[in-house]
Antibody, heavy 119, light 108 residues
Framework: QVQLVQSGAEVKKPGASVQVSCKAS????????MHWVRQAPGQGLEWMGI????????TYAQKFQGRFTMTRDRSTSTVYMELSSLRSEDTAVYYC????????????WGQGTLVTVSS | EIVLTQSPGTLSLSPGERATLSCRAS???????LAWYQQKPGQAPRLLIY???SRATGIPDRFSGSGSGTDFTLTISRLEPEDFAMYYC?????????FGGGTKVEIK
């Protein structure tokens, strides 16, 4: 069965960087795009970017360009996101989500990783 | 950027009643590339509908989607206790993917 398992919660200070991992299993990793979506406490969902696990090409939402990076490791079927220059507004649950057959909606989601930015 | 506006913000209904949720786009969503998700507290979203009207695998047929262009609707024909949750629409017709602000379906 398809599973996306994310790394654990993080607490970071403003200005620091955070990396979150998402390990995929139960399907051919390179056949499906992967996305990152975040949700601030009590708020809605916000799309951050997409990575093609096959070639590694990425596209980021303009809001995050310059401080958001997505990478992948095909040997371990894992995608990573790194967000730098953290500020309090980045406090959120970060989800990885699989894109369905190349269409950009999300059929499987990770369990979410809470990133807290606080001094 | 396509802005999605969901209404109402909160829907208070009783089990067995019909729920009608609206999602309006600021511009036409190409090819009806619209999806709906359900989210319960502390959980990740779950895909319900894609392509405006296609049910995802394992989704009960009491959930249905309709619409095109700028106006889309999610209907739950008869609410079950487990259906009380947040619902989000999402468009994937443009390169910048966007979500609506959500509708909370609560028990009256």
């Amino acid at each position: 069965q398809v599973q996306l398992v994310q790394s654990g919660a993080e607490v970071k200070k403003p200005g620091a960087s955070v990396q979150v991992s998402c390990k995929a299993s139960g399907y051919i990793f390179t056949n499906y795009y992967m996305h990152w979506v975040r949700q601030a406490p009590g708020q809605g969902l916000e799309w951050m970017g997409i990575i093609n696990p096959s070639g590694g090409a990425t596209t980021y939402a303009q809001k995050f360009q310059g401080r958001f990076t997505m990478t992948r490791d095909r040997s371990t079927s894992t995608v990573y996101m790194e967000l730098s220059s953290l500020r309090s507004e980045d406090t959120a649950v970060y989800y990885c989500a699989r894109g369905w057959y190349g269409a950009h909606f999300f059929d499987y989601w990770g369990q979410g990783t809470l990133v807290t930015v606080s001094s | 950027e396509i802005v999605l506006t969901q209404s109402p913000g909160t829907l208070s209904l009783s089990p067995g009643e019909r729920a009608t949720l609206s999602c309006r786009a600021s511009q036409s969503v190409s090819s009806s590339y619209l999806a709906w998700y359900q989210q319960k507290p502390g959980q990740a979203p779950r895909l319900l509908i894609y392509g405006a009207s296609s049910r995802a695998t394992g989704i009960p047929d009491r959930f249905s989607g309709s619409g095109s262009g700028t106006d889309f609707t999610l209907t739950i024909s008869r609410l079950e206790p487990e259906d009380f949750a947040m619902y989000y629409c999402q468009q994937y017709g443009s390169s910048l993917l966007t979500f609506g602000g959500g509708t909370k379906v609560e028990i009256k």
